[in-house]
């Protein structure tokens, strides 16, 4: 109000703004005030005790006392009694051992004999003496090297002292065991300790603690171009698979009897069906194009790549094709979709749909050549004079997988064209029957 006196602006009263009201929270039962008001309503981090175990009290004739009285120790070697607070229920206090004795665990140490060692153990770099210090102080401080090699009386290594306990070890597992056998999966015998591989480890580790702030930047920079790098290379691979691909399939094409480059004879396939000479060409095209479409995904789930390829292996042949494929795994007894789709299984799978269409489109080239074969056999019947020829009927054709194709009658020629014009040559003649005869 003294700064609009002072600049002469009209007073008015200040609008106070209306603070938001805060939301109240009922404080649960069973938690004091006082606790509630720290945590301010926050869960809390450890999970707390049941609001039921809260309001249970104790039964009535059960009396419940704390007493001062004194314990035992198993995991002592010495009869030192200490005392500590005990509840006692009904006067009876709790019997049975210290209830951390359980966590005293320490490492099982083989021990050796004199005659042992003078078979087994014996090494021109290590003493009866220093062996025997060595086993000692592993089986006091729980093969804690680091403390073995500082209590050690004589100069040696920590890695000189791993490889001298090890070797020990697995020269008293081999000497008592009845056969190799028997401790050929003991971690000991496995996998032996390595000391050369552990020096060099600890080089290698030192080197890298050892680097300045200026040697850790330049790595840096060295992964992240040998990183580049290889995204690099894998993307130019991931160009060069489909021409890959290509030549993968110009090779079925060379299986199936056809050879890249060479136009095949119209006389050869011009009785085969367009299912019969096509599919293998359109089929790879769509695989080719669906692995392409799959690999832009760079994430996707093995199942749907599956069914993705399977609908792409299919898509240039008939529902009745698709079925007897489906048909076929099931007589083979093969799942058509399999129950661990890894990638070796999911290959194999796609790999067996293509070689049963490659047998179903061989069996329809099979049957067109016999049916060819028939009708070549049978064509000596046509030159006959008492051949009727007024009526020609089309051939019918069988088709494996296909639909039936409808038989036609051609249109009768009249007497006058049928003399006159002379039969094209490459009708094929028909089959005589009872009654023409």
């Known amino acids: 109000m003294d700064a609009k006196d002072i600049l002469g602006l009209p ?11 805060k939301e109240s929270h009922r404080k649960p039962d069973g938690i004091s ?57 009904n006067g009876v206090p ?5 209830s951390f004795a359980k966590y005293n665990k320490s490492v099982e140490i083989l021990k050796y004999t004199d005659d042992e060692y003078e078979n087994h153990l014996t090494d021109p770099v290590w003493t009866k003496e220093e062996t025997d210090q060595l086993f000692e102080l592993c089986e006091r401080f729980d093969l804690r090297f680091v403390l073995i090699a500082d209590r050690f009386p004589f100069s040696r290594a920590v890695e000189e002292l791993k490889d001298r306990y090890y070797s020990v070890n697995r020269a008293l597992l081999r000497a008592r065991a009845q056969s190799p056998a028997d401790v050929a999966n003991n971690p000991l015998i496995k996998e032996p300790y390595d000391i050369t591989r552990d020096r060099e480890r600890k080089r290698a580790l030192s080197m890298v603690l ?16 040998a990183k580049r790098i290889t995204e690099m290379r894998l993307a130019a691979r991931r160009a060069e698979e489909p021409d890959v691909s290509a030549s993968e399939n110009a090779g079925l094409d060379r299986a199936d009897g056809v050879v890249p480059g060479r136009s095949v004879s119209p006389s050869s396939n011009s009785q ?17 194009s669906t692995l392409a479409s799959l690999r832009m995904l760079h994430v996707y789930l093995r199942t749907y790549g599956l069914e993705q390829m399977v609908q792409a292996a299919s898509s240039a042949v008939g529902l009745r ?32 749909r293509k070689e049963i269409l490659t047998l179903l489109n061989l069996q329809k080239q099979l049957q067109y050549k016999e049916t060819e074969g028939s009708s070549h056999r049978e064509g000596s019947y046509a030159a006959m004079p008492d051949t009727p020829k007024d009526r020609v009927f089309a051939s019918e054709q069988l088709s494996f997988g296909a639909e039936r194709p409808i038989k036609k009658e051609q249109k009768r020629k009249g007497p006058g064209r049928q003399a006159d014009t002379p039969s094209p040559a490459h009708k094929r003649p028909r089959k005589l029957k009872a009654s023409d005869l």
């Open 11 to 21: 007073k008015t009263p200040l609008e106070k703004k209306s603070r938001p009201q």
């Open 33 to 89: 005030r006082e606790v509630y008001a720290l945590t301010g309503g926050v869960a809390p981090l450890m999970p707390s005790i049941d609001v039921t175990q809260l309001k249970r009290r104790p039964p009535v004739d059960e009396k419940v006392a704390w007493q001062w009285l004194p314990f035992t120790n198993s995991a002592r070697k010495d009869d030192l009694k200490l005392y500590h607070w005990v509840r006692v229920v």
């Open 94 to 98: 709790p019997t049975g051992d210290y």
């Open 210 to 225: 050892s680097q300045s702030r200026h040697q850790e930047k330049k790595d840096a920079e060295i992964l992240a171009e």
């Open 272 to 288: 085969l069906p367009a299912t019969a000479v096509a599919p293998s060409t359109l089929t790879m095209a769509d695989y080719a």
């Open 321 to 352: 094709t698709i079925k007897r494929v489906e048909q076929t795994l099931q007589d083979l007894g093969v799942n058509l979709k399999p129950k661990v789709p890894t990638k070796t299984v999911c290959d194999e799978h796609l790999e067996l």
